[in-house]
């Protein structure tokens, strides 16, 4: 039997309205709620951010904070999502978990991936099963969206600190970092897998990680989830600073291993979450950071969603200080609605969440009367005239309403959605469509009766 999961679905003016509320303090306050597309995942709660470039798209690895979350830490997985436009998100699923991990007993927190030589390693931290204790372990995959394995079938590390991040020199040689409340590193081997020598603890002086106001047994700004990389001949180690609530902090350095020079401030404290973890790219010419907040309905610290900003470089190399918004950044590129579209390409969602396929992959699912999906900057060119899309339906189906320019805009097509006889026993559909022209926000609204309608494997318009 097909059961709703425990967050509940809430209409598009109330996702909206919970977003601007929580996001007051964000840099441009007035922003259109209804076009909002931070945070970038609204189908399930995401926390600590760690997107990597590979092959033109950016493929972003996350924690998921488990529904319901109000107390403490609930996560059990890792997810994967990608985009080349950085504005229409695309769910690639769970490939990562902790049963990945035959030593790991709870806690799937904050991990990064890289790649090299046509692997992706993915270090992540959990808690040990027999001892509890937080160890460091790695995975691999010739896809960087999985599935992963266990590359060692124990922990890489074990000192009992957590949030690791990875970064390969131009030099060839590749670093490990992590640490709360101390902050260490390794020097990986080129297997990635192993490394030489033994950890080694980087001193946390106020010059190099600032200082705490009121503390004495924390001296240092420095809280946990450091984001190290290069840019030029500098070294950036983007962190965590001062629980609780967590701000974003940085400091650079002329090598990875040091010394490090406490730069200021990158973000705030904002967002409705009392932790926040960074991380850095640069994308088809451009600078993006990645954060969390508990900007969805329901969210809070044990409920985040990831977001991002664009932003630029001063000319000193400088981290400029930025906010949280509900806009995010600027659309790179259109989106092509004449080839196959995964229906799990969102930008902004409401209801509706996302489970694996019988075949694999991913669909839309748990969909009701009034869920929409929001597809940003269609290029539609001189016109489509038919829509069509993969469906399946255990009960009598319903209605996919193609409508452009915003929620309540022009309608453009109808397809009518029947019955298949089960949530995987997949069929197509059709339907004529008209006034689908330029480049535009496509609207997927899903009408029908009460209780759940269908699910929506991949859809695409044809002239």
Known sequence: MKTPHLRRRLAAALVAAFVAALLSTAADPSPDPAQADN??????????????????????????????????????DWRVYSSDDMANWTDHGSPLSLDTFSW?????????????????????????RTTGQFA??????NSPTGPFW???????????????????????????????????YVKLNADMISYSGSPTKIPLTTEGFGTRPGSTDRPTLYEEGPWVYKRGSLYYNVF????????????????????????????????????????????????????????????????????????????DGTIPQMNMTTAGPPQVGTLNPYVRQEAETIAWA??????????????????????????????????ARTFSAR??????????????????????????????????TWADVSCPVGGATGTRDLYLNFTGGSGFLFNVDWWRFAV
């Open 39 to 76: 945070p970038i995942v609204q189908t399930i709660y995401t926390a600590d951010p760690a997107p990597l470039v590979h092959n033109g798209r950016v493929y972003l690895y996350t924690g998921h904070d488990e529904d319901g979350s109000t107390s403490s830490f609930n996560m059990k």
């Open 104 to 128: 790991a007993g709870a806690n799937a927190w904050a991990g990064q991936a890289i790649e090299r030589n046509g692997l992706f390693y993915w270090y992540v931290p959990t808690s040990e």
């Open 136 to 141: 460091i372990g790695v995975a691999v995959s």
């Open 150 to 184: 266990d590359a060692l079938g124990h922990p890489l590390v074990m000192n009992g600190e957590i949030d690791p991040t990875v970064f390969i020199d131009t030099d060839g040689q590749a670093y490990l970092y992590w640490g709360n409340p101390n902050l260490w």
């Open 240 to 315: 965590a600073a001062q629980c609780c609530q967590e701000f974003i902090g940085y400091s650079t350095a002329p090598s990875p291993t040091g010394p490090w020079t406490y730069r200021g401030t990158v973000m705030p404290a904002q967002g409705n979450a009392f932790t926040n973890h960074p991380g850095v790219i640069d994308f088809k010419g451009s600078s993006y950071f990645f954060y969390h907040n508990g900007a969805l309905p329901g969210g809070g610290g044990f409920t985040r969603s990831v977001a991002v900003e664009k932003f630029t470089y001063n000319a």
């Open 350 to 383: 409401t209801g509706v969440e996302t489970e694996w396929t019988a075949a694999g992959g991913m669909n839309v699912s748990w969909i009701e009367n009034g869920d929409s999906i929001k597809v940003k900057g269609v290029a539609f060119g001189t016109g």
């Open 391 to 424: 469906v399946a339906s255990a009960t009598s189906g319903g209605t996919i309403e193609l409508r452009v320019d915003g929620p309540n805009g022009p309608v453009v097509g109808r397809c009518t959605v029947s019955g298949t006889g089960g949530w995987q």
